[in-house]
C-alpha cells in the first residue's frame, strides 16, 4: 500500500503558477505510476496528467499541454505538477493518484490509491 499527502495549493491570480506536491509514504514508489487529477464543484473528477514509474513518459490532458510540467523524484518518493499561465477554469480541488498497472494512465478508475486533495482556485 502507498499513502499519499498532496501540499502546495492556494490562491493565485490568472496567469500566476502554483507548484503542487504529492509525498508518499513507503519504500516501494518508484514501482508506481502516478497521476495528478482535479474535481471542481459539481463537476466528475478529471484526468490532468500522468508520469509513469520510470519517469520517461509524460501524460497531459488537452487543455493544460505548454502550461503544466508532472515531475517525479524517485528518491524523495514524491511527484510533482508545475503549473504555470493558471486561468480561472484550472480552479479545483487537485489529487494525487498512484496505480501498479493498467490499461491506461489517463483513466481515473485505474488509480487504487488517492491523497486527501489541494485546492487551487485561480481568480480573474
Known amino acids: 500500500q502507498v499513502q499519499l499527502v498532496e501540499s502546495g495549493g492556494g490562491l493565485v491570480q490568472a496567469g500566476g503558477s502554483l507548484r503542487l506536491s504529492c509525498a508518499a509514504s513507503?519504500?516501494?514508489?518508484?514501482?508506481?505510476?502516478m497521476g495528478w487529477f482535479r474535481q471542481a464543484p459539481g463537476k466528475e473528477r478529471e484526468f490532468v496528467a500522468a508520469?509513469?514509474?520510470?519517469?520517461?513518459?509524460?501524460y497531459y490532458q488537452d487543455s493544460v499541454k505548454g502550461r503544466f510540467t508532472i515531475s517525479r523524484d524517485n528518491a524523495k518518493n514524491t511527484v510533482y505538477l508545475l503549473m504555470n499561465s493558471l486561468e480561472p477554469e484550472d480552479t479545483g480541488l487537485y489529487y494525487c493518484?498512484?496505480?501498479?498497472?493498467?490499461?491506461?494512465?489517463?483513466?481515473?478508475?485505474?488509480?487504487?490509491?488517492w491523497g486527501q486533495g489541494t485546492q487551487v482556485t485561480v481568480s480573474s
Open positions: 493518484g498512484a496505480r501498479k498497472g493498467g490499461t491506461s494512465l489517463v483513466v481515473t478508475s485505474g488509480y487504487g490509491y
Open positions: 513507503g519504500r516501494t514508489f518508484s514501482t508506481y505510476d
Open positions: 508520469i509513469n514509474r520510470s519517469g520517461g513518459l509524460t
